[in-house]
Structure formats: structure tokens, C-alpha cells
């Protein structure tokens, strides 16, 4: 799982991209010959760009992830949590594969001078579950699968507008922090739980 800062904008900015082997797309340039028996050649040429088919599908991507973070009356200490990533078929109304893994840390992140908190976060133990995840290549996986810098921001500034309670991300690329969606958070003891989701890419998928 990795964002890039143009494509893990705050609050649901989404792009629409085509994911196959080749473009799937059907064109039609022939022009209609309307000039019957008079001068009349208007030129009313098809140029329709279809991307849709049998073989096409409109889906969409998003996470949604929990965590207890604890605090033991100093610092918060470790992040205790589950996430998911969904492949939504926008044809269909349905979801066609949901992964569900485990998210543990105790290993504090420094550099986000927004955040009450961040983490290294280990994923591990990933389920898969919908009728197509394997088109997705999405199986089971025991043991650790990824790391990713989770943090949590009371209030970020970004492109000259303030935001409160957002989840921050760490990305590796260029050691940078930004905000990636908003957080409901509630107390828990000295420390608090922390909800979100983030809004992820509409594609089309294709075979052949």
C-alpha cells in the first residue's frame, strides 16, 4: 500500500484510470455521406470513445481502518488497529473484494510537527474475502506484509487552508508528511481511538 502526494489527496479527490494489458477502447472516425441529390455535405462525422463492454468494468478503491492508540500518562505508546482495502464494482452496486489485515506498532515515528502521535505501522495477516479477489490477485497472507507511517494531526495546514482531526501520512519517497483523510477520534483512557477513510481511485479493469 503506498499513496503518492498527487494521488492521496485529503478528502476524496479521485481520478479515473484504465488498468489492463492494452487500451480497450473502441473508436469510430467514419464520416455519414447525408448529401442526397443536393449540395447539402454536412460533415456529421462520429467520433464516440466508448470504454465500456461485456469485458469492462467501472470499479472503485478505498481503505477504511480502526486503532487504539494507548498512552501510558506520558507518551503514546503503541498502535493497536485493523484496516481494510475494498474493490468496489461501480457496474454492479457490489463489492468485489475486501481485505482485511492486522495494524500493530510500538515504534514511534519522528517528523510529523503536526501530529499528537505517529507510528510504523506493521501489517500483517492479511484475509481476502468476495467473489473477485482473484481477479485482483488478492489472497491470504500469514505474517508480516508491509509497514506504512500512520500519525495523527489535531489541526494541519495545507495548500493555505487548515484542517482538524486528519490522519497523517509518511511518505518514504521524499520524507515527507501530508494529510490523507479526516479521523473521528474518541478518548480512551490517556489515549484514544481513531476511525477513518480514505477515498481512493476510480479505474477501469478489461480483459481480453
Known sequence: MTFTANTALLIGAFSLTLVGCGSKVD???????????TTDTTDTTDTTTTTTGDDTALYFYFWQGSATVNNDGTDYTDWDGNESFTYYNVNEGTIACTETYTMLSETPLAGCDDCSFAFDVTMSDSMAAGDGCATFGAVDQSGETGTVGWGFAPTTEMNDTTYNDV????????ATWFAVAYATVAPQGDGMTIDYEINGQYFYYYTY
Open 167 to 174: 490522519l497523517m501520512y509518511y511518505y518514504p519517497g521524499d
Open 27 to 37: 473508436e469510430t472516425d467514419e464520416p455519414t455521406d447525408t448529401s442526397v441529390g
